[in-house]
């Protein structure tokens, strides 16, 4: 269970999760892809050196190549870090706060990576903390920085603030209604920019949208921040409003697909990832709209993180071949609607 979703959740019927990040590099040491792996050990004794004081014992240091695949896939799927984090393991190392919502990855691409992650929609507070980690890892270590450009990074698009911010959204009302290619193509024309459940390089799933900003050169934090507060404001109401038109215009049939993901889930004995995620996420919409009213469905999203192929083989403690994880995922889903029902 990713620790990170536990707490108060703004308007969770909406939005999953909120998620800021700021990129960081330290003036000394050529980027981590320029990296030796022995340069790459000193930048990460420096960043833990520095940051012993202001960190306390809040945090756990986890490297990479110290961990097996699967608890790296792990922590991936739990969204605790980048895929980018295990493309190069004998440099990468991260830290993690007890309560799983702050996580402050080592020789990423850059070479340091603040992360705050928050359950429902809270751009302010993930913003705040994510500023204040950050302001404290600046007093202690001497970024790259350029009074033209900013924030230097290893990519140019993070050049300036380094900031990208994220809303997760589950739209299926925009999505079946088959007007979410309209919204994308509207949030591009804007500077934002759609990618599903796990950021970059990944499909929507489940009807899971991250929505974030593009632009980090030329605005200031605030800016991004508030930019994105108002336009993930105006997805929520729409999504909404969706939902109310289709149940008034749609309802036996929305009710339908509701019941019979349910029931498929209730009693399946193989499911395969992308079927779970979509039978879920008509769960979830369920719950949603009132229509399914057991309030533990709310906490669904963790089904979701719990039946991804590395934390089923973390959760029986051995690999498993395709055909051993569906079996197993499809038994992990009915375990989980059993107890609810209990």
């Known amino acids: 269970m990713a620790r990170w979703l536990e707490g108060p959740a703004l308007d969770d019927d909406v939005v999953i ?4 990040r ?10 981590p892809s320029h990296m030796s792996v022995i340069d790459s050990d000193n930048l990460t004794d420096d960043v833990l050196k520095g940051m012993k004081d202001a960190l306390h014992d809040n945090y756990r240091f986890i490297r990479i190549r110290d961990i097996p695949s699967r608890e790296q896939m792990g922590f991936i799927e739990e969204h605790l870090i980048s895929p980018s984090m295990v493309q190069d393991k004998e440099k990468s190392s991260f830290l993690l706060r007890n309560d799983e919502k702050v996580t402050i990855m080592i020789n990423e691409e850059d070479h340091i990576r603040i992360q705050t992650l928050f ?3 809270n751009l302010k507070d993930a913003w705040e903390l994510c500023s204040d980690i950050d302001d ?3 007093e202690r270590l001497d970024y790259a920085f350029d009074d033209r450009w900013g924030y230097l990074t290893a990519c140019p698009t993070n050049v300036g603030t380094g900031l990208r911010a994220s809303v997760m959204l589950h739209l299926p009302c925009i999505t079946i209604s088959k007007t979410i290619n309209s919204l994308i193509e509207g949030l591009r024309e804007i500077g934002l920019t759609v990618r599903g459940m796990y950021g970059e390089g990944s499909e929507a799933s489940g009807y899971l949208y991250q929505v974030s900003n593009q632009i980090t050169l030329g605005e200031s934090e605030e800016d991004i921040i508030g930019k994105l507060n108002k336009v993930v404001y105006q997805i929520i109401k729409r999504e909404r409003r969706t939902r109310k038109y289709l149940q008034e215009k749609k309802g036996l049939e929305l009710e339908n697909m509701i019941y019979r993901s349910y029931g498929i889930l209730s009693y399946a004995r193989i499911m395969a ?3 779970a995620m979509e039978h ?8 949603e709209m009132g229509i399914l009213t057991n309030d533990k469905l709310r906490n669904i999203f963790n089904l979701m993180i719990d039946i991804q192929p590395a934390n089923i083989q973390r959760r029986v403690g051995r ?15 009915r ?3 059993e107890n609810l029902e209990g």
Do not use: C, H
Request: aromatic share 10%.
């Open 273 to 275: 990832s992308r079927e």
């Open 119 to 121: 359950p429902g929609f």
């Open 280 to 287: 879920l996420s008509n769960v979830r919409l369920g719950w």
């Open 335 to 337: 375990d989980y609607i």
């Open 319 to 333: 690999d498993l071949n395709e055909e051993e994880r569906d079996i197993e995922r499809a038994k992990i889903i």
């Open 17 to 20: 999760s909120t998620r800021v």
């Open 136 to 138: 404290k890892m600046g």
């Open 22 to 31: 700021v990129a960081r590099n330290i003036s000394k040491y050529r980027f």
